[in-house]
T-cell receptor, first 114, second 113 residues
Framework: NAGVTQTPKFQVLKTGQSMTLQCAQDMNHEYMSWYRQDPGMGLRLIHYSVGAGITDQGEVPNGYNVSRSTTEDFPLRLLSAAPSQTSVYFC?????????????FGPGTRLTVT | GEDVEQSLFLSVREGDSSVINCTYTDSSSTYLYWYKQEPGAGLQLLTYIFSNMDMKQDQRLTVLLNKKDKHLSLRIADTQTGDSAIYFCAETPFSGGYNKLIFGAGTRLAVHP
């Protein structure tokens, strides 16, 4: 198993550009989520999905869109990048949506918006 | 609201014990977690404790939970240089319904000879 994979590892965008961060898992997990990590702060939840076709907002969803057309993939779209979106983005998945579901994290995407 | 707080830095000598502390606000949290992040990597689950437990031991790791004070701690016995990392405390608030983790800011553990 590759686990949770994310691409790209690094990305630089100009303000106003759009892009998609890719996330895939090969563990047949039903729950997937996106977090951002900023210096001096814990990870904050952006969006999550409890299964194909079902998504919901987390703590900081503004400026981001998600979709879940398959169990394996959960892309995160930045519609119009802003410097405030400079961060490290982590995708995570777990087998169950509730209870003690260990979340497996990808290696992260470091995004800089200039 | 939901909030998790940790001290930001801890420095210990190799072989000593490390104790990382965390406080949380949501008394309905069912599970509390400790995640480890090594440089340039994602987070990895170290251990967790269910809210009806006071203590959990797993090899060199001991987790203590004080529900009255909403205080969680992670003790690492015989700390090694390979333990140098950032340690995150996290909770799953019941109000979330799903596995929405609320993280602390992380404690950077530095182990020196």
């Amino acid at each position: 198993n590759a686990g949770v994979t994310q691409t790209p590892k690094f990305q630089v965008l100009k303000t106003g550009q759009s892009m998609t961060l890719q996330c895939a898992q090969d563990m047949n997990h039903e729950y997937m989520s996106w977090y951002r990590q900023d210096p001096g702060m814990g990870l904050r939840l952006i969006h999550y999905s409890v299964g194909a076709g079902i998504t919901d907002q987390g703590e900081v969803p503004n400026g981001y869109n998600v979709s879940r057309s398959t169990t394996e993939d959960f892309p995160l779209r930045l519609l119009s990048a802003a410097p405030s979106q400079t961060s490290v983005y982590f995708c995570a998945s777990s087998q169950e949506s509730t209870g003690m579901g260990e979340q497996y994290f990808g290696p992260g995407t470091r995004l800089t918006v200039t | 609201g939901e909030d998790v707080e940790q001290s930001l830095f801890l420095s210990v000598r190799e072989g000593d014990s490390s104790v990382i502390n965390c406080t949380y606000t949501d008394s309905s949290s069912t599970y509390l977690y400790w995640y480890k992040q090594e440089p340039g990597a994602g987070l990895q689950l170290l251990t967790y404790i269910f809210s009806n437990m006071d203590m959990k031991q797993d090899q060199r790791l001991t987790v203590l939970l004080n529900k009255k004070d909403k205080h969680l701690s992670l003790r690492i016995a015989d700390t090694q240089t390979g333990d140098s990392a950032i340690y995150f405390c996290a909770e799953t608030p019941f109000s979330g319904g799903y596995n929405k983790l609320i993280f602390g800011a992380g404690t950077r553990l530095a182990v020196h000879p």
